[in-house]
């Protein structure tokens, strides 16, 4: 395990400081209700998971069995989705506050908007207000948020591994 955190750690250093700043960068620009967050994270922890693994198996003079992959792959995975939720519970705790709000109105507004082919709404008001405070309620929370993020990234890293791992072991990287 040791090999393991000394062959990743400055892959996974790397990413989560262009993490953060990337995030940052997103919500100066006015962006952080939007897709973008959610699509920065996953990238770079794909990214990161990706290369650590590569990374391990050139360290480790070109080999590197499956099962060491997703070793190294999941332990990414797991040390960026830590990041990743400690930056959402930081982010929706203090550095923005009304952001959980923010995001359910934002939801309810788009609900409101969806119409049928003869124009007429899909959601009812009361509809759009059991579906987002209830039915989706955790979503929009701190510790919903946190969850999704670390489950998100397990399930990403999951994937990642496993492909990557298989991948590794059976094409041999040139010098």
Not at 60 to 69: K, M, Q, V, Y
Request: proline share 2%; hydrophobic share 50%; no cysteine.
């Amino acid at each position: 395990m040791n090999k393991v955190l000394r062959f990743t750690a400055p892959v996974i250093l790397i990413g989560a400081v262009l993490y953060l700043v990337i995030i940052t960068l997103i919500d100066q620009a006015g962006e952080s209700l939007g897709n973008l967050p959610s699509w920065t994270s996953r990238t770079i922890l794909l990214a990161v998971t990706t290369i650590a693994i590569v990374r391990y198996r050139i360290k480790n003079n070109n080999l590197i069995t499956f099962r060491e992959g997703m070793l190294v792959g999941m332990v990414a995975a797991m040390i960026v989705g830590i990041v990743i939720a400690l930056h959402t519970f930081i982010y929706r705790s203090y550095i923005r506050p009304t952001y959980n709000q923010e995001m359910k109105d934002l939801v309810a507004q788009n609900l409101a908007l969806q119409v049928n082919e003869e124009g007429e709404k899909l959601w009812k008001p009361e509809q759009i207000e059991r579906q987002v405070n209830q039915q989706w309620g955790t979503f929009f929370t701190t510790k919903g948020g946190v969850i999704i993020d670390l489950l998100g990234a397990l399930g990403l890293g999951l994937l990642a591994s496993t492909s990557v791992s298989y991948m590794a072991r059976r094409v041999r990287v040139k010098d």
